[in-house]
């Protein structure tokens, strides 16, 4: 049993920062790229960044400069430093952690439940 439960939403004024959390527990045996994606209202789920198990990240072109994912691999957790908001940030962001829970196992994807961010004055 694989769980990932996100934290640090909530409303902000425009310009503002907030800082997501999202931690993997249970049966796991090695996480490879974590990642955020948000999904606004009429909208599809985006890649928002993610970060290979090595650092190596990547961004959507929207929060390039004004987001920073970071990764603490002993804790299994992924971060997104989230500044400068604006109002079109404004979506539920979803954790996704890509896992083995055993040396034998593929690799396959967990989702958490999301959190609210909500931007406006």
């Known amino acids: 049993q694989v769980q990932v439960v996100e934290s640090g939403g909530g409303l902000v004024q425009p310009g503002g920062s907030l800082r997501l959390s999202c931690a993997a527990s249970g049966s796991i045996f090695s996480i490879n790229t974590m990642g955020w994606y948000r999904q606004a209202p009429g909208n599809q789920r985006e890649l928002v960044a993610d970060i290979t198990r090595d650092d190596t990240t990547r961004y959507v072109d929207t929060v390039k400069g004004r987001f920073t994912i970071s990764r603490d691999n002993a804790k299994n957790t992924v971060y997104l430093q989230m500044n400068s908001l604006k109002s079109e940030d404004t979506a539920v962001y979803y954790c996704?952690?890509?896992?083995?829970?055993?040396?034998?196992?593929?690799?396959?994807?967990?989702w958490g439940q999301g959190t609210q961010v909500t931007v406006s004055s």
């Open positions: 996704r952690a890509e896992i083995r829970t055993s040396y034998s196992s593929r690799w396959n994807d967990y």
